[in-house]
């Protein structure tokens, strides 16, 4: 093991965060000012020895070095290359607390300074800083930390075994957006070729082999001028002695595959979890020289894999290439949790379906061993393997025939509702006797630390049922009162019962288990922990009836029902993979109408399904959007359309990008939809109101994000500028997003300013209506 030639198992990233989250906590509390910069470099050094060691120990022929990060790897990638903004006012490589500057706004030491803008990496829930660009970037003067990490790192294992991982130039060009005016980043390609020229090289100083660059945007739709820029550029960054490898990963590169083979480099990765069928091509194609590493181990899932079928396919690959045949997860492991043997909760059946970081890099180095000695040598492993899943397969917990039975005879009716919405609006308008420019709110209300106290010890059986619900009753009464007092519309009962938005459901629905550290990375310090969805869903009893009914109960004014819908269910899990995604999908939807029909039936007059994912559900290529799109608005229209004409089906999103899929979001047929507005300044109504969106809309008008309560007089402003470009009779007022991490102070002040806002609106809006009759 360990060897440097013939066919390796390698890595192309491990979790940084630590298994028991290491570093979030020694993050937090350097932040905190508790400890000493020391101490967090210790920690992180700690885990980066841990990490590696862990991998040579694991069989990992060249281990990915670089794949730290105290923040963010394409944050790492821009400091390297020294492109820091200009208003953090340093000129020369930027110091440890200047690049938390960039991430969060702030650090121990410096002044604060707007924050970078962060944003989804990819398809996955990583999020990255986005680089800021502008014409005269030279990329010096940027840190070092990735050489001191390769140095550091060969205190532990040979350099030849090192392999760094950075962002490719043309990726990170491509996350980046300009700081100010816009203008072509390709006018960077010369500065950023030489950049990296400079790193390639001093990288190749240290005794390293290989170089592995990430240049995920080849599974983009690229425009022709990226596509030649990447010829360009990596026809440049040949360093004599050190070999690169290209990384691939998230999907096909199809139209661009050719270039990717074509270019100047020593080796190629591919995503063969993702996009299995684009090794064909590339073995017809690969040529005499390169290697190809084989990501076959799914870096974005936590099951075993199927590693006989897996071999089949290698084996025919390595008849082709020989040694040339690299063995790797399809992606960085960043997007797993570290290690399934610490889920000692799970049952024991469930828990030998899984693998996470650690059980993936044995299965790579387990397929390295086979290719490399025949399978005969390795028989007892491989059979393991092939029962473990053959097993999950064939499991009675992971088939309900009922609910496939459910899922088969759904109609293209059930996913309608009775009337179209003009004749829905009457009745609804009639029965819930709502103003103009009605006020409501997302759902949460503050999660104060005695409600997550209360919630803590009830899990840990300190508190009886009882006594919980109690607790958790006052605090919906404590609600309903202040929404009454304050003067709001459409009540919502608060969600204090909620930890997460989806936990709670998945919880109580059947075919869904949960970890105790299955956490990922989500940006920063910030982990969640997916919920893993291994069998038919269905919902045994319903599961927020009782509390939505308690809150109508307190109260006159319609109080909403908050459920979260099967779209962001779906994509905020780990989801099994022997069904598309698209019949889980369906299989949650049919579980929510479940709840939508137990609501109605209890009495409540709206109800409001959560959809802030759907819009991440996007496929990376345009080509597949309108299959998405499809069954997404599809399951949406299943789980809420069993609603009758007078309740009203809301539905929430909290980003701001609709242009490209306001289609799809009109034809969800929701009655209202609330979305954040508030930092855009109301830009993106031009979305809705370009198309003529038919349905009512809540724009946000209160950026929740911030601590900052707005005066009346903004969020007046917001609402008239709403106006501008949707009618009154299909405005709402209400704020951004849910109001969880808020405190209750700030939420009563800017709630009472919302109110006070949308009565000054009315009010004129009255005086015009008697001024035209009059
Ligand atoms: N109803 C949820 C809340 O108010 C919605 C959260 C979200 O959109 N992410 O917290
Ligand atoms: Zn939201």
């Known amino acids: 093991m360990g060897e440097t030639t013939g066919i390796l198992a390698h890595n192309l990233g491990f979790p940084r965060i630590g298994a028991g989250r290491e570093l979030k906590r020694a993050l937090e509390a350097y932040w905190r000012g508790e400890t000493s910069r020391e101490a967090l470099e210790a920690t992180g050094r700690m885990l980066r020895e841990h990490h590696l060691r862990l991998q040579a120990e694991k069989g990992i022929d060249l281990v990915p070095v670089g794949d730290f990060s105290f923040y963010d790897h394409v944050l790492d990638a821009t400091c390297l290359l020294g492109a820091l903004p200009r208003r953090l006012g340093t000129d020369g490589p930027p110091d440890l607390d200047d690049y938390f500057r960039m991430a969060r706004g702030r650090a121990p030491r410096g002044e604060d300074v707007p924050a970078c803008e962060m944003t989804k990496w990819f398809d996955t829930n990583y999020h990255y800083i986005v680089p800021e660009l502008r014409p005269d970037l030279r990329f010096e003067g940027g840190w070092t930390r990735l050489l001191d990490e390769v140095r550091e790192a060969a205190e532990w294992l040979e350099p030849r075994r090192l392999k760094p991982v950075l962002v490719g130039p043309l990726t990170w060009l491509w996350l980046g957006k300009p700081e100010a005016e816009p203008f072509d980043r390709l006018t960077l390609l010369e500065p950023l070729a030489a950049a990296y020229g400079r790193i390639l090289s001093g990288l190749q100083a240290l005794g390293v082999e290989w170089v592995q660059l990430d240049e995920p945007v080849l599974a983009l739709d690229l425009p022709a001028e990226w596509r030649q820029a990447f010829e360009s550029l990596y026809s440049r960054l040949q360093v004599r002695g050190l070999r690169v490898l290209l990384a691939t990963y998230f999907g096909a590169l199809d139209e661009n595959l050719e270039l990717a083979l074509r270019l100047p480099v020593d080796g190629i990765h591919l995503d063969l979890v993702r996009a299995p069928g684009q090794l064909e091509a590339a073995l017809d194609r690969i040529g005499p020289y390169k290697v190809l590493s084989a990501g076959v181990i799914d ?59 650690v059980q993936k890099l044995e299965e790579v180095a387990l397929l390295r061993d086979a290719l490399r000695e025949g399978r005969a040598a390795h028989a007892g492993r491989l059979e393991a393997a092939r029962a473990a899943r053959a097993a999950r397969l064939a499991s009675a917990r992971t088939r ?49 630390p005695e409600i997550r ?60 288990a949960f970890t105790r550290n299955g956490w990922v990375q989500s940006y920063g310090s910030r982990c969640v922990k997916p919920p893993l969805i291994y069998g038919d869903v269905s919902r045994p009893r319903p599961m927020t009836v009782d509390w939505i009914a308690h809150a109508q109960s307190l109260t006159d004014r319609p109080v909403k029902g908050m459920l979260t819908g099967p779209v962001t269910i779906l994509q905020w899990s780990f989801v099994r993979d022997d069904l598309p995604r698209e019949a889980v999908a369906t299989q949650i939807a049919l579980a929510i109408r479940d709840e939508v029909a137990d609501l109605e039936a209890a009495g409540i007059r709206a109800i409001q399904i959560d959809e802030p994912a759907f819009r991440e ?122 109001l969880k991490t808020r405190d209750w102070p700030e939420v009563e002040q800017a709630l009472a300013h919302m ?20």
């Open 755 to 774: 109110v006070e806002a949308a009565r000054r609106v009315r009010a004129t809006l009255a005086d015009a209506a008697r001024a035209a009759d009059g």
């Open 299 to 357: 870096g974005r899932n936590v099951w075993r894999a199927d590693l006989g079928a897996v071999l089949d396919r290698l084996e025919a690959a390595r008849a082709r290439l020989g040694g040339r045949l690299w063995v790797a997860p399809s992606c960085s492991l960043l997007h797993v949790p570290v290690d399934a043997a610490l889920e000692t909760g799970l049952d024991e059946e469930l828990r030998g379906w899984l693998a996470f970081a």
């Open 400 to 448: 309900d025939e009922a609910v496939r039975a459910r899922a088969a005879a759904v109609t293209e009716d059930m996913a309608r509702r009775r009337s179209p919405y003009p004749d829905r609006r009457a009745a609804q308008r009639a029965r819930l006797e709502l103003p103009p420019l009605p006020t409501t709110t997302i759902g949460s209300f503050p999660q104060t």
């Open 617 to 738: 559900g996007l496929p990376l290529r345009r080509r597949d959007w309108p299959g998405y799109l499809e069954w997404a608005v599809r399951c949406f229209r299943l789980a809420s359309a069993v609603a009758r004409d007078e309740t009203q089906i809301h539905t929430h999103m909290c980003y701001s990008e609709f242009n490209d899929v306001i289609e799809a979001i009109a034809a969800m047929d929701a009655d209202v939809i609330s979305i954040e507005a508030s930092r855009s300044r109301m830009e993106l109504l031009e979305a809705f109101a370009r198309f003529d969106y038919p349905n009512e809309i809540g724009p946000g008008v209160w950026d929740i994000h911030s601590p900052r309560v707005p005066p009346v007089e903004e969020m007046e402003a917001l609402v008239r500028r709403a106006l501008e470009r949707i009618p009154a009779e299909r405005l709402w007022v209400n704020p951004d997003c849910g």
């Open 453 to 512: 106290r209360t919630r803590r010890a009830f899990r840990a059986g300190e508190l009886d049922r009882e006594a919980y619900e109690r607790a958790m009753k006052a605090e919906i009464e404590r609600c309903i009162r202040f929404q009454e007092r304050v003067g709001l519309d459409v009540l919502v009962h608060g969600e204090p019962e909620r930890n997460d938005m989806v936990e709670y459901f998945g919880e109580q629905l059947a075919g869904f």
